[in-house]
């Protein structure tokens, strides 16, 4: 039954990650792209009838007007209806970061369209929510990579040749794990050089996540690589002759996947939030890249904050990738419980 | 007792190789408070030099490990560059509030949390657990950092609670019972933000745990002897399941630590958060060592409190320990 129940939160994530890897694709805009005259534009809303309340078959919208006597405050322009095209040619991009387009599911001619509002500078909320989640989602997956690596080797080199290597990097484990966690990630931050340009920014926050986090799969990797040194087969293989390499390779680290796979989807929402958490408090990701984090941070204004709420989408966001990890995690951990019966019960776990 | 010393003594060892591990990232780390100040042409290279030798950062490593170690040594922990003090007077006044606000969370998370759980667990699947089930869920899927937020709008649009910082204009006139009542209000917000964010994985736990025990056969028997079912509830299965509960309570110290940290920032408050993404923010290297040595400390403690309340629970661990 817990197949099935994996099966179906991977095509649930699968579906979700899709969407932010076609961003280029589904954002009409560049998410650098300034519009100066239009700052904090509330969501413009598409619509099919008219003023004069006529159908049209084509979604159009209203471009923004200064209402009068105002410098800030926009209404609808409701002279002039400008219609949408679907896969229009716009701004070029590069889909799933090598095929070179242009051609985006929507755009418009000439005025822009907000779907989600705009930022301060004019920017296109909604283009920059979709690139931001390619950066945040790339960060959290490559920054839990990078963990299990990390946890997998160091709990494997612990359990499998004991003694000393064992005690002293399970203590070492020990004092990351005693660390709270957002602390550590500071003091690591604390210690690396502040204004990076936004590549070397995405390497220290992953870095920084790795060292932070690898502790908790090392353990738990330790323990399983412990058990299965210990198994029958492995005994028999080794009386045969096999070598350590041979037996690591063969049957201790292919017993290690499944709590590594847990782990993984445990740690991948983590490391995003840790992500935001950094990036929102101006230690992450540097402006103008966008990420879930720094669209966020803009709301450390309190006339932000109080005025535009739509500045708040971008931490909406992250929910539903949340649910679907979680999922996950616990479609994982069945499947693993079921598996431990199946092995107590002397039946063949794969 | 003699357990407990031996906890005692690892927490005094982790505090030290928490101590070497820092010091150790800080230089490692490329760049100091002085490159920033390099930067300015009104300062020039000859002073940077007598400060680089004041603030001994020419020195080796391990020297610069002993000198700080003497300062702590004279409760000083190192010097702060941004501020030109000692760093412990600077940190423990944030410490106290950061403090004030992790107790209090704490407390009122597993005041709340507790009898949630006993209860949820007792009533596994009738509506009013499933509904409450569905609430945890759903907190458990909201991030901190959007719970802090979006509790910041909803008061700021109210105006039901004061926001930011830790005591009105005037604090100093008011009756002792009006600063109380003063600081509760200030400290609601973030409290607040605190316990739901913490809250969905305590209740599960509870009631996982709470659950395993429901079915023993000597809790049916109790059942059967006409003991009332609040009774049989909250002394007789709570304390059988106590256990995991206990070294959930250590780990739930370290996670509201980390949460506070963010919550501090967002709501701010005056706690070891702000001044510790400032100190980041200016290179301060002491002040940012010092601030996660203090947060070491408050986990060391609550894992200690952990260890005391499992000794005082758990009759097993006495005679194992007694009998050593």
Request: charged share 15%; aromatic share 10%.
């Amino acid at each position: 039954m817990p197949r099935g129940r994996i099966l179906r939160w991977l095509i649930v994530l699968g579906g979700l990650h899709l969407l932010v890897a076609c961003a280029g694709f589904l954002a009409p805009y560049d998410p650098i792209q300034q519009d100066r005259e239009h700052p904090y534009l509330a969501p413009t809303r598409v619509h099919l009838v008219d003023a004069q309340g006529q159908l049209h078959l084509r979604p159009f919208f209203y471009g923004p007007r200064l209402k009068d006597g105002s410098f800030d405050q926009f209404e609808e322009d409701t002279s002039k209806p400008i219609p949408t095209h679907f896969f229009a040619s716009g701004a070029r991009y590069k889909l799933l970061g090598f095929l070179p387009c242009k051609v985006h599911l929507f755009g418009t001619a000439g005025t822009r369209l907000y779907l989600m509002g705009s930022d301060g500078l004019g920017r296109d909320q909604f283009s920059r929510i979709l690139y931001g989640g390619q950066i945040s989602l790339l960060s959290g997956l490559l920054g839990a990579v990078f963990t299990l690596l990390m946890g997998a080797l160091i709990g494997t080199l612990a359990g499998f040749f004991g003694g000393w290597r064992d005690s002293l990097l399970m203590r070492l484990a020990e004092l990351f794990l005693a660390l709270p966690w957002l602390y550590l990630l500071f003091a690591l931050r604390a210690f690396l050089p502040l204004t990076v340009s936004p590549l070397k920014a995405f390497l220290l926050v992953i870095v920084g996540l790795a060292t932070v986090g690898w502790a908790r799969p090392a353990r738990l990797v330790r323990g399983v690589v412990l058990s299965a040194k210990e198994r029958d087969f492995v005994r028999a293989a080794r009386g045969f002759g096999a070598g350590n390499g041979y037996l690591l390779r063969h049957h201790i680290v292919p017993e290690t996947s499944s709590v590594l796979l847990t782990q993984a989807a445990i740690l991948v929402p983590q490391f995003v939030l840790a992500e935001m958490t950094l990036s929102f408090l101006g230690l992450g990701i540097p402006e103008p890249a966008p990420s879930w984090g720094n669209l966020l941070a803009s709301l450390q204004q309190f006339s932000v904050l109080v005025s535009y709420w739509w500045m708040y989408l971008p931490a909406v966001a992250i929910v539903p990738f949340v649910v679907g990890y979680q999922g996950l995690a616990n479609a994982l951990h069945l499947d693993e419980a079921a598996e431990k019966i199946e092995v107590q019960r002397g039946g063949d776990p794969s | 007792m003699r357990y407990l010393l031996h906890r005692l003594v690892q927490g005094v060892l982790l505090l030290f190789g928490v101590s070497i591990l820092t010091f150790l990232f800080s230089t490692l780390a490329p760049g100091n408070y002085l490159d920033e100040m390099r930067l300015n042409p009104q300062i020039s290279s000859a002073t940077l030099d007598a400060l680089r030798s004041e603030y001994q950062l020419d020195r080796p490593l391990p020297m610069r490990y002993a000198r700080w170690m003497n300062s702590i040594a004279h409760g000083e922990l190192g010097y702060s560059f941004a501020y030109n003090t000692p760093v412990a007077p600077l940190l423990w006044v944030r410490a106290r509030n950061t403090l004030l606000l992790t107790v209090t969370a704490t407390l009122l998370a597993w005041a709340l949390a507790l009898p949630l759980g006993v209860w949820s667990a007792e009533r596994r699947g009738r509506w009013p657990e499933r509904a409450l089930s569905w609430f945890t869920a759903t907190l458990l899927v909201v991030p901190d950092l959007v719970l802090a937020l979006g509790l910041l709008i909803l008061t700021v649009r109210s105006g039901w609670f004061p926001t930011g910082g830790i005591a009105s204009v005037g604090f100093e006139n008011l009756s002792p019972a009006g600063k109380a009542q003063d600081l509760a209000m200030h400290m609601a917000l973030p409290v607040a933000a605190l316990v739901l964010s913490a809250l969905p994985i305590l209740v599960r736990h509870i009631r996982a745990a709470v659950a395993e025990v429901l079915d023993a056969p000597f809790l049916r028997a109790a059942a059967a002897h006409g003991i009332p079912r609040r009774k049989l509830l909250f002394s007789y299965a709570l304390r059988a399941a106590a256990n995991p509960l206990i070294a959930l309570f250590g780990f739930s110290v370290g996670t509201l630590l980390s949460g506070s940290l963010l919550v501090e920032i967002v709501m701010s408050w005056p706690g070891l958060g702000p001044l510790l993404l400032e100190a980041i923010l200016a290179r301060d290297l002491y002040v940012v060592i010092g601030g996660v040595l203090f947060s070491t400390v408050f986990l060391v403690a609550g894992n200690f409190l952990a260890d005391l309340l499992l000794y005082w629970a758990d009759p097993r661990i006495r005679i194992v320990a007694g009998a050593r």
